[in-house]
């Protein structure tokens, strides 16, 4: 029977990476794709506070300009329209980069079931892309690889040795196959050319510049409380996610950038929350007056996902510090002064 877990294999150094006794890492410039989104904005404002240029490229499939427009008259800032699945580069005579995260990717399952080609296609071709540009200017590279690649799992909770249970023609596969193949090609990148790759598993992570309609549970929920109409919860509301702020994940995601881990490495927070409680929470948070509305479940929907994190402990220092109702309280209050479409 072969077995569903590799008894060993822990996260390798990267083959590129520099001796164990180097100082950590700063960088001069990163290019981060996908950067006009959630997640991506996030760590762009976040590596020009600690004066690093930064280069955004993002084709605005599921991004929006107004995630970067607080950035947009920053000296050290700048952004590219481009689609990453076609050959992209830094603009003319700027600084060549020594760290790309690539965080390009449609997320929410609403917005890669839209666009399930596009979806295979940034995590294939547009992985391939920035990995070439990364090999070119000898860049470290730090992809965002997601908990989805655990699938529906058979482990609780999921630690990074674990293979994971995936349909590969389900619904879901189009986001979780597309992730699996870029870890692939990024390890096998790291092997054959010495590529200095790291990769991070992200678990849910919710926070300001979500969409209200991008169809993820805290979006949704803090949408649907501050208008007063009732909270849709998928299911019997049992189903469990753990929720990471999104000032943890982005300071996990830099510590992996500053260490010399290949990885895969999860970046979540292990504390779990039923749907129900955390619609509930949402409605004591916001002083809403509405209830809740059971409605059937997506196909594919995991059952259960919590980030083991043991090796994030140990070897980034790294762990979650934004309880959920610090962190849910900061969503809501941007939710309160902004659009929420
Ligand atoms: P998002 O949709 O807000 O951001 C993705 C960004 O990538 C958008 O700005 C989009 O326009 C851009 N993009 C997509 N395809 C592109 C392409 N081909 N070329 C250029 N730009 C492209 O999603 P997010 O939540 O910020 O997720 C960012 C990354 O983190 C994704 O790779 C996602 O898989 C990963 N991730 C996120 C979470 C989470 O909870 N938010 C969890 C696991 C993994």
Redesign the pocket.
């Known amino acids: 029977e072969v077995p569903a877990s590799s008894p060993v294999d822990p996260p390798a150094v990267s083959p590129a990476a520099r001796t164990s006794e180097a100082a950590p890492r700063s960088f001069r410039h990163a290019l981060v794709?996908?950067?006009?989104?959630?997640?991506?904005s996030h760590l762009c404002t976040a590596l020009l506070a600690e004066g690093c240029e930064v280069t955004c490229?993002?084709?605005?499939?599921?991004?929006?300009r107004q995630?970067v427009a607080h950035l947009a008259s920053h000296p050290g800032f700048t952004l590219i329209e481009?689609?990453?699945?076609r050959p992209f580069d830094i603009a003319p005579g700027a600084r060549p980069p020594d760290l790309v995260l690539?965080?390009?990717?449609?997320?929410?399952p609403a917005?890669y079931l839209r666009s399930p080609l596009?979806t295979l296609?940034?995590g294939s071709s547009?992985t391939w892309q920035a990995l070439q540009l990364a090999h070119r200017y000898g860049a470290r590279l730090v992809h965002?690889?997601?908990?989805?690649a655990y699938g529906d799992p058979q482990e609780h909770p999921q630690s990074e040795r674990y293979w994971g249970h995936v349909n590969p023609v389900g619904p879901r596969s189009v986001?979780d196959e597309a992730?699996r193949y870029s870890e692939a090609l990024a390890t096998a990148r790291a092997r054959v050319d010495g590529t200095d790759v790291g990769i991070v598993?992200?678990?849910?992570?919710?926070g300001p510049?979500?969409?209200g309609y991008?169809g993820?549970a805290v979006p949704t929920f803090i949408r649907q409380a501050l208008a007063g109409e009732p909270l849709t919860v998928t299911g019997d509301g049992r189903q469990t996610r753990s929720l990471a702020y999104v000032d943890d994940?982005v300071r996990g995601i830099l510590a992996m950038a500053r260490s010399e881990l290949l990885g895969p490495v999860n970046i979540g927070n292990p504390t779990e929350i039923t749907m129900q409680q955390l619609a509930e929470l949402i409605i004591e948070l916001t002083g809403s007056r509405s209830g809740l509305r059971f409605i059937e479940r997506p196909g594919d929907d995991p059952a259960v996902r919590c980030p083991d994190i043991t090796l994030a402990r140990g070897k980034l220092q790294w762990e979650p510090q934004t309880g959920p109702e610090e962190g849910l309280a900061r969503t809501i209050e941007w939710f309160r002064r902004h659009a929420t479409g």
């Open positions: 794709t996908g950067g006009a989104g959630f997640v991506g490229v993002d084709d605005f499939c599921t991004g929006r995630n481009a689609d990453i699945c690539n965080f390009a990717s449609p997320a929410s917005d596009h296609h940034t547009g965002a690889s997601t908990s989805e986001y992730k598993r992200l678990f849910n992570t919710y510049r979500m969409r991008d993820r994940t």
